[in-house]
């Protein structure tokens, strides 16, 4: 008994099954009483792809709705640094949508995880389409919207661009929402 024990003992402690029998774990060479860490790599990586969520991707979805508030206000100079900082963000939240790649390819194989996984596929379209109406739709109502409101100064200018705004921003936000709702509940 001290013997297996000891052998045991020298076993690798890396890729344990929760739940794995004695005999699964004696046949397969991984000790019985050794716990499932997680690689740093991988670890590293949900970090960088959570904290990029939350202020990549955040501001991403937030800026238009100020950007709303500025051109009811007239301001024409904020809206159009809005646009910028919107246009930023959202480029910049690819690196978010890559490091999600970098997680699922890290992920254990036990999970199964892969593109056509319907909760992981759902969660790339959902986001294309968030990025693409931000880029293709809001962004460009807001940069209309700060050229109308710096040409003239009358009531007409400060509804220029607002419903597209509005809408685009207000569906974008939807879609990530759904995202992380995806992402946290995985189907």
């Known amino acids: 008994m001290h013997e297996e024990h000891r052998a045991a003992r020298a076993l690798p402690t890396r890729r344990i099954l929760p739940g794995a029998s004695k005999e699964m774990r004696r046949t397969t060479g991984v000790a019985a009483s050794a716990p499932r860490y997680a690689e740093p790599m991988d670890t590293l990586f949900s970090i960088l792809h959570v904290v990029g969520a939350v202020f990549i991707v955040g501001p991403m979805a937030i800026l238009p709705m100020t950007a709303m508030r500025a051109v009811r206000a007239g301001n024409g100079a904020q809206v159009a640094v809005l646009a910028k900082s919107t246009t930023i963000f959202s480029w910049l939240s690819l690196i978010v949508f890559l490091l999600g790649f970098g997680v699922m390819g890290m992920a254990d194989?036990?999970?199964g995880l892969s593109f056509t996984t319907p909760w992981i596929l759902w969660s790339i379209i959902l986001y294309v389409v968030a990025f693409a109406l931000t880029l293709f739709v809001v962004v460009p109502s807001m940069k209309k919207a700060a050229e109308a409101l710096g040409a003239s100064d009358g009531a007409e200018a400060s509804k220029a661009g607002y419903p597209a705004i509005a809408a685009g921003s207000g569906i974008a936000s939807?879609?990530?929402v759904v995202v992380v709702v995806l992402?946290?509940?995985?189907?």
Request: glycine share 0%; net charge positive.
């Open 109 to 111: 194989e036990k999970y």
């Open 183 to 187: 992402m946290v509940w995985k189907p």
């Open 174 to 176: 939807l879609l990530l």
